[in-house]
C-alpha cells in the first residue's frame, strides 16, 4: 500500500512564500509522475504542477513564474516551492502520485491574506 503524506501549508500575508512536501512510502516500483492539484471552496480541483520522470515540468498559467516543483527520487518526495502568494492561491493542495494507478495525499490547506 502506497501513502503519501503532505506538509507546509498554513497561513501566510500576500506576496508571502511556503514550500509544501510530500513524502511517498510503502512498495513503490516506479513512478511515473508526482505533483499537486488544489481545489479552492465552490471550485472544481485543477491541476497546479506536476513533474514527470524525465524532470519534465507542466504548471498552470496562472502560477508560472511564482511556483516551483522539483523532486527528490531518493525520497520519493515532491516538493512544491510556492513564492509571491496571492489570496486567490488558497486552496486545499493535494499531491498525487503515479506508478500505473494515481495515488493521493489527505491534502493540505494553504490560506493567503493579510
Known amino acids: 500500500q502506497v501513502q503519501l503524506v503532505e506538509s507546509g501549508g498554513g497561513l501566510v500575508q500576500p506576496g508571502g512564500s511556503l514550500r509544501l512536501s510530500c513524502a511517498a512510502s510503502g512498495i513503490i516500483f516506479s513512478i511515473n509522475a508526482m505533483g499537486w492539484y488544489r481545489q479552492a471552496p465552490g471550485k472544481e480541483r485543477e491541476l497546479v504542477a506536476a513533474?514527470?520522470?524525465?524532470?519534465?515540468?507542466y504548471y498552470t498559467e496562472s502560477v508560472k513564474g511564482r511556483f516551483t516543483i522539483s523532486r527528490d527520487n531518493a525520497k520519493n518526495t515532491v516538493y512544491l516551492q510556492m513564492n509571491s502568494l496571492k489570496p486567490e492561491d488558497t486552496a486545499v493542495y493535494y499531491c498525487?502520485?503515479?506508478?500505473?494507478?494515481?495515488?493521493w495525499g489527505q491534502g493540505t490547506q494553504v490560506s493567503v491574506s493579510s
Open positions: 513533474i514527470g520522470t524525465g524532470r519534465s515540468t
Open positions: 498525487y502520485l503515479e506508478t500505473g494507478r494515481r495515488y
